[in-house]
């Protein structure tokens, strides 16, 4: 059995567990209060699936029920004017950051109707991708319910690095399930991403629940390479949150830093870690790594019974992910008296059998 050791919190402080609880082991238990319309992207728990190569700029392109042609594209002091114009809720852009307006002319060809909405759309370029942030687009907005055989044209306002070039737009639905949809256009001449197709191979580190990678050592499957960067328990977790987050904060300080189980409810306070994640997959346009890939594992490797998270602080793990894009971020659990090993089990996909363990204690 594995030994509970000491867990580094980012105050530089030990927090190990107490002695009396060695033989018991801890548990996932998701309370999040006030979480709203945290639907995650279409595909985002879906096998791995390649799409279409990105559309040519100004050419018409397929996804799925849709014809889809970008028709404009505004960038710098042109789309900061336009979109400052359309609304004074749009705030300017982040240093190092611009606006980039695209106008499209979309189709339905299917047989029924079918709803397009700005949080559709993302920004994908080399190294990164952007979803659509909540910007108020110029008028006529392409948002709305499109009959069988009618067009809509519009425009989606959104955010990318100012110094980005090879700008492509994303179109990964929120209504229209699976990945069968997905599309990515050129929105400017020769735009494409770089591909990152074998820039990692799957190794069988970590393959064995019994034998779990350590700490900052790296897990690689098909598609995704991961390892643990640091372990924060306890108290020290919730500091990490900003008072103004009360999507967990409102769970309150004892409940964050009970590692002892002081009222013998089971729960034995959090646990934050944080993951260093690569995309190493061949999809032209990155893919969406949810939060839900990350569960505790039980001492026969399946994903603890009703083990969930909390929501995390940022960075958040979870999202959009270029080809060959590394980034750090947090996912965190609740913990309990009775989970019976010190591993992490990490699953990119629900049908992926290519699963992982890494300890974190």
Do not use: C
């Amino acid at each position: 059995m594995i030994s509970i050791g000491t867990a580094t919190s980012s105050a530089g402080s030990g927090h190990g567990v107490a002695p009396r609880r060695r033989q018991q082991r801890l548990a996932v238990l998701l309370t999040i209060l006030l979480l709203v319309g945290a639907a995650l992207p279409a595909g985002a728990v879906a096998a791995r699936q390649a799409i279409p190569a990105v559309v040519p700029y100004g050419q018409v392109g397929t996804a799925g029920p849709w014809q889809m042609q970008v028709t404009g594209v505004q960038t710098g002091d042109e789309a900061r004017a336009a979109v400052t114009a359309a609304s004074p809720a749009n705030v300017p852009p982040t240093e190092g950051d611009q606006f980039v307006v695209v106008k499209l002319s979309v189709t339905n060809t299917g047989d029924r109707p079918h709803r397009l909405d700005a949080a559709d759309f993302g920004l994908v370029g080399v190294g990164w991708t952007r979803r659509a942030g909540g910007l108020v687009a110029p008028d006529p907005a392409l948002t709305g319910v499109v009959e069988p055989g009618a067009t809509l044209t519009g425009y989606v306002a959104l955010t990318g690095p100012a110094d980005a070039s090879a700008l492509v737009l994303l179109y990964d639905s929120i209504t229209l399930s699976g990945t069968w949809a997905d599309a990515a256009f050129a929105l400017s001449d020769g735009a494409t991403i770089a591909g990152a197709a074998g820039t990692g191979a799957a190794t069988e580190a970590g393959s064995d629940v019994g034998a779990p990678v350590a700490i900052h050592d790296p897990v690689a499957t098909a598609d995704w390479q991961v390892s643990v960067a640091e372990v924060v328990v306890g108290d020290p977790v919730y500091d990490l949150y900003p008072d103004s987050d009360y999507r967990t904060t409102a769970l309150g300080r004892s409940q964050a830093g009970d590692l002892g189980d002081a009222d013998g409810d089971g729960a034995a306070g959090w646990v934050a870690v944080r993951v260093s994640v690569t995309y190493t997959g061949d999809r032209a346009t990155g893919a969406y790594l949810s939060a839900e890939a990350f569960t505790l594992a039980q001492s026969d490797g399946a994903p603890l019974p009703n083990g969930l998270f909390l929501t995390a602080p940022d960075p958040e793990a979870e999202g959009w992910y270029a080809p060959g894009q590394a980034r750090e971020g947090w996912v965190v659990f609740e913990i309990q008296v009775d989970w019976d090993t010190d591993a992490m089990r990490f699953e990119a996909h629900r049908r992926d059998a290519d699963v992982r363990y890494l300890l974190i204690y």
